[in-house]
């Protein structure tokens, strides 16, 4: 179970590191003025628009930018957060994990809805959407499965540190 844990948790380490960078860099000229962002990153995104036919990043539809609004406002904080949690060993990790797994799924099945639904998928396109939508799942399962100690669940405190009630 050592290894399987291992690897979830680098799974998780990428994807949230990913958000964490991407959401407020690239993600983010989606909702917000241009001119808020340095000429490279606007650079950048046209360039991936471009070069994967995302053309959901290109021109943003509405359900899009909301997506993008929840990114920024709810994944990304808990993207930082759960990415502290796996390298600290923190044991809330697991809920943070599981929480933003689901978070990404439920975009991840909208925008691969309207990609398929919409025939402009392509294999490259696909392949830049369909790994957020594995990570997402490994998160949850990451977060599910997780084994925490019998008596500390949902505490950080060990069971010595913890007040006794009389």
Known sequence: M?????AADAAVVLFSLTVAVAAPLIDAQSVLPRHLFPAPLVSLKRWYALEFGDYLMAHPPGFLRGLV??????????AVATLYGVLARRRWVATTSLISGVSTLTSMSAILGEILGSKKATPKLLQMYVPFAVF??????RGLCSSTPPGTAGSSLGPSARKKRA
């Open 69 to 78: 609004w929840l990114e920024l406002a709810f994944l990304w904080p808990l």
């Open 136 to 141: 997402a799942v490994i998160a949850i399962l």
């Open 2 to 6: 050592g290894f399987f844990s291992a």
